[in-house]
């Protein structure tokens, strides 16, 4: 490892910074000691006062500037790796993290598979990309899975696969993160599967290892990885993406996605001393077509269920007496049109859990109009398992989240971080409720002291205050808090900040004969933040089990932090001023209290009551989301996450709610989405049309 000291540009201007703050803290130090101990000491120092006392802060400042200057700074050549511990831990959450979601997409409780036939393709792929960058140029069946995998790992590296809407292609990527997890815990050098959706890409500027690192923290369900993990593994080039839900980005960005993806990857290849897999993408065929080729060197195609692939999964279930599977096969017997509406892995799970129930009867309709009947049939189905709320209402409320996490969002999983003031139809609702009580707060607080109207007008103020300023809720990396990290290069910045902070509010003061206060509320406000700063320790791999988890962990810190500020500051201040302790009561009541107010988790339930207002969301938000999971098979809750069981659930639901209520939602969203629609139907056209002229002048030429 190669060491060198630096010396940023940053730094030279809080070294300067440090010592004309330094002179003049100095310059004022008489004042603040007190004119008897300024007395005494020229009375004994005589003419070296001044040349003694700017030599101590000569002194102190080389000291300071040598120490962080020249600390333990340093820059390294070589890339971050994941210590051997840390890997350990991240490979078993992933473990269980991707064990679970293979369980809910199974449903569970009816322990069969249907066996998908994958075979090679070059489908919706130019002949050129084929020509120069597959391995596997001409369609040709697979095998098994075993064949499949073995393929992939010694010579394809890079994988598209192919299907039509619930063709199973999340539970082949599934057995895929499973099966080389195995192989990532034989091998410290085998790269880490980390499966993410790419619904969530919406910038086609940022670079594909951004976003990995942005999104990184938010794929796991009872686990989360820190922000500085993220950063680490991601510049370690020690993960393997599998890439989930192509399709779900929206249609403008999806080249975008690919172009990022293509340097990603070619960066990969040259870091690592052996050939490793490096990218596995899943995508619905329609989608993919009109897109930028993926850079892989492979594509497969899962293959539809045909009538004998139906009967020969049925026939183990019917043998072991399962009566759905015998209502199933009776239902296909008689309508022969089921099958083709069937021909994915998903609509035969559902099927059979409609026929757990009844012999349901879905007439002679086309596939599309088949396919639309059943997932209806079987939302109606789950929404009647629930029980502690109105039924309307949920499908409402379900709705509403399905729509919001499809066109606003952009993401397929749901946690209580991602509501925002801007998911409210009014624009200031949320602004509103919280101003209120601010409002309020400030009206008790002054109407003694300025009288009704004035404390009216300070109230008004600081509800429009909040009303214009409070637009979103944010919330910070979890931390643990850890007094083995106390740092004095990490403390030495904010040292400077209070340093310059406590002389502007020592300058402000001094005009009120107040100059004590005002310096050492604005030093306390800067020395507690780094010294909390210091202490704290993003933690690797946080448990995330509970939904609040994010939300509380910030919630105490602030406490904590804002307590100690206030307290110090208004303490020390009117203890050097008056020579009373009433200051350290008043902050350590006052601290708390606005840090409250200020907490992201106050602001959540203030949104979360504007909401309720609204019709869009019931107040009893975690019971209603954890009830409906428990009860039915729309939702997975998945540790401090939940997400809907499949993305065609979620599309029906959003479809059905815009349809339904338009109403609650925004008008500038409705009408935005209901534009980009027309666009993309528009295009779709205009290439349509291009391919049909192109292959006109083809044939006229022949």
């Given at each position: 490892m190669s060491r060198r000291k630096k010396i940023t540009l940053r730094k030279f201007i809080l070294s300067i910074c440090s010592v004309i703050i330094g002179g003049l803290v100095f310059g004022f130090l008489p004042e603040i000691l007190g004119g008897e101990v300024k007395t005494y000491l020229e009375l004994h120092l005589q003419g070296n006062f001044k040349p003694i006392l700017f030599g101590v802060l000569g002194?102190?400042?080389?000291?300071?500037?040598?120490?962080?200057?020249?600390?333990?700074?340093?820059?390294?050549?070589?890339?971050?790796?994941?210590?051997?511990?840390?890997?350990?831990?991240?490979?078993?959450?992933?473990?269980?993290?991707?064990?679970?979601?293979?369980?809910?997409?199974?449903?569970?409780?009816?322990?069969?598979?249907?066996?998908?036939?994958l075979r090679y393709t070059t489908e919706g792929t130019d002949p050129q990309t084929v020509e120069d960058l597959f391995i596997i140029k001409d369609d040709a069946p697979i095998g098994d899975f075993d064949r499949l995998f073995k393929d992939y790992t010694k010579k394809l590296w890079r994988l598209l696969i192919l299907g039509e809407p619930g063709a199973g292609k999340s539970?082949?990527?599934?057995?895929?993160?499973?099966?080389?997890?195995?192989?990532?815990?034989?091998?410290?050098?085998?790269?880490?599967?980390?499966?993410?959706?790419?619904?969530?890409?919406?910038?086609?500027?940022?670079?594909?290892?951004d976003w990995l690192e942005?999104?990184?923290?938010?794929?796991?369900?009872?686990?989360?990885?820190?922000?500085?993990?993220?950063?680490?593994?991601?510049?370690?080039?020690?993960?393997?993406?599998?890439?989930?839900?192509?399709?779900?980005?929206?249609?403008?960005?999806?080249?975008?996605?690919?172009?990022?993806?293509?340097?990603?990857?070619?960066?990969?290849?040259?870091?690592?001393?052996?050939?490793?897999?490096?990218?596995?993408?899943?995508?619905?065929?329609?989608?993919?077509?009109?897109?930028?080729?993926?850079?892989?060197?492979?594509?497969?195609?899962?293959?539809?269920?045909?009538?004998?692939?139906?009967?020969?999964?049925?026939?183990?279930?019917?043998?072991?007496?399962?009566?759905?599977?015998?209502?199933?096969?009776?239902?296909?017997?008689?309508?022969?049109?089921?099958?083709?509406?069937?021909?994915s892995a998903f609509f035969v799970h559902i099927l059979l859990e409609l026929y757990k129930q009844e012999q349901a009867d879905f007439g002679t309709l086309d596939t599309a109009a088949l396919q639309k009947a059943i997932t209806q049939r079987y939302l109606q189905k789950e929404l009647d398992n629930i029980t502690d709320f109105p039924k309307d209402k949920t499908k409402r409320w379900l709705g509403w989240l399905a729509w919001m996490m499809k066109y606003i969002s952009g993401r397929i999983t749901f946690e209580l971080i991602d509501l925002q003031p801007w998911w409210a139809r009014k624009k200031y609702s949320f602004g509103f409720i919280t101003g209120s009580v601010i409002g309020l707060i400030l009206f008790l607080a002054f109407c003694t002291l300025f009288g009704l109207i004035g404390s009216v007008g300070i109230a008004l103020l600081g509800c429009l205050f909040m009303v214009w300023s409070n637009d979103r809720i944010k919330t910070e990396e979890i931390i643990l808090l850890n007094i083995k990290q106390v740092s004095w290069?990490?403390?030495?910045?904010?040292?400077?900040?209070?340093?310059?902070?406590?002389?502007?509010?020592?300058?402000?003061?001094?005009?009120?004969?107040?100059?004590?206060?005002?310096?050492?509320?604005?030093?306390?406000?800067?020395?507690?933040?780094?010294?909390?700063?210091?202490?704290?320790?993003?933690?690797?791999?946080?448990?995330?089990?509970?939904?609040?988890?994010?939300?509380?962990?910030?919630?105490?810190?602030?406490?904590?932090?804002?307590?100690?500020?206030?307290?110090?500051?208004?303490?020390?201040?009117?203890?050097?001023?008056?020579?009373?302790?009433?200051?350290?009561?008043?902050?350590?009541?006052?601290?708390?209290?606005?840090?409250?107010?200020?907490?992201?988790?106050?602001?959540?339930?203030?949104?979360?009551?504007?909401?309720?207002?609204?019709?869009?969301?019931?107040?009893?938000?975690?019971?209603?989301?954890?009830?409906?999971?428990?009860?039915?098979?729309?939702?997975?809750?998945?540790?401090?996450?939940?997400?809907?069981?499949?993305?065609?659930?979620?599309?029906?639901?959003?479809?059905?709610?815009e349809t339904t209520h338009p109403e609650l939602l925004r008008p500038a969203y409705l009408e935005a989405v209901k534009k980009w629609r027309l666009e993309q139907a528009t295009k779709r056209v205009e290439q349509a049309q291009t391919a049909n002229d192109t292959q006109s002048h083809e044939e006229i030429n022949d």
């Open positions: 002194f102190v400042v080389l000291v300071m500037l040598i120490t962080y200057l020249y600390g333990d700074d340093e820059t390294t050549d070589e890339k971050p790796t994941p210590t051997q511990d840390t890997r350990t831990e991240f490979l078993k959450n992933l473990r269980q993290l991707y064990t679970d979601r293979l369980k809910g997409k199974m449903m569970n409780d009816l322990h069969f598979e249907l066996k998908l036939k539970i082949l990527l599934l057995r895929f993160a499973l099966r080389l997890l195995d192989m990532a815990e034989k091998d410290k050098n085998f790269p880490i599967p980390v499966l993410l959706d790419l619904a969530s890409w919406k910038d086609p500027n940022q670079s594909f290892a942005k999104n990184l923290p938010y794929m796991g369900g009872s686990f989360a990885v820190g922000k500085e993990e993220a950063k680490r593994l991601v510049a370690s080039n020690a993960l393997l993406p599998l890439l989930d839900g192509f399709d779900e980005i929206r249609e403008e960005y999806r080249d975008s996605c690919f172009q990022q993806l293509m340097p990603y990857l070619d960066k990969l290849k040259a870091a690592r001393l052996e050939t490793l897999p490096e990218v596995i993408v899943c995508s619905r065929i329609l989608e993919y077509t009109v897109a930028k080729d993926a850079p892989v060197f492979a594509a497969l195609k899962i293959q539809p269920l045909t009538p004998a692939d139906i009967n020969e999964a049925l026939r183990p279930l019917i043998k072991d007496n399962f009566i759905q599977a015998k209502r199933l096969q009776k239902a296909l017997q008689e309508n022969p049109a089921l099958y083709p509406a069937i021909s290069k990490i403390i030495w910045p904010y040292l400077i900040f209070g340093l310059v902070l406590g002389l502007i509010f020592g300058l402000i003061f001094v005009f009120i004969d107040m100059f004590v206060f005002g310096f050492f509320s604005g030093f306390s406000f800067g020395f507690i933040f780094g010294l909390l700063d210091s202490l704290s320790k993003s933690a690797a791999f946080p448990k995330t089990s509970q939904p609040y988890k994010r939300l509380q962990t910030q919630f105490w810190r602030d406490i904590i932090q804002w307590a100690l500020i206030f307290c110090a500051a208004s303490g020390v201040g009117i203890y050097s001023q008056y020579k009373s302790n009433v200051g350290f009561l008043i902050g350590i009541l006052i601290g708390p209290f606005l840090a409250m107010l200020h907490s992201p988790l106050y602001n959540h339930f203030c949104l979360r009551l504007a909401l309720t207002f609204e019709k869009s969301l019931p107040l009893r938000l975690v019971t209603f989301l954890d009830h409906t999971a428990a009860r039915t098979g729309l939702l997975l809750k998945d540790g401090g996450q939940w997400r809907f069981r499949h993305q065609l659930i979620l599309d029906e639901l959003a479809e059905w709610f």
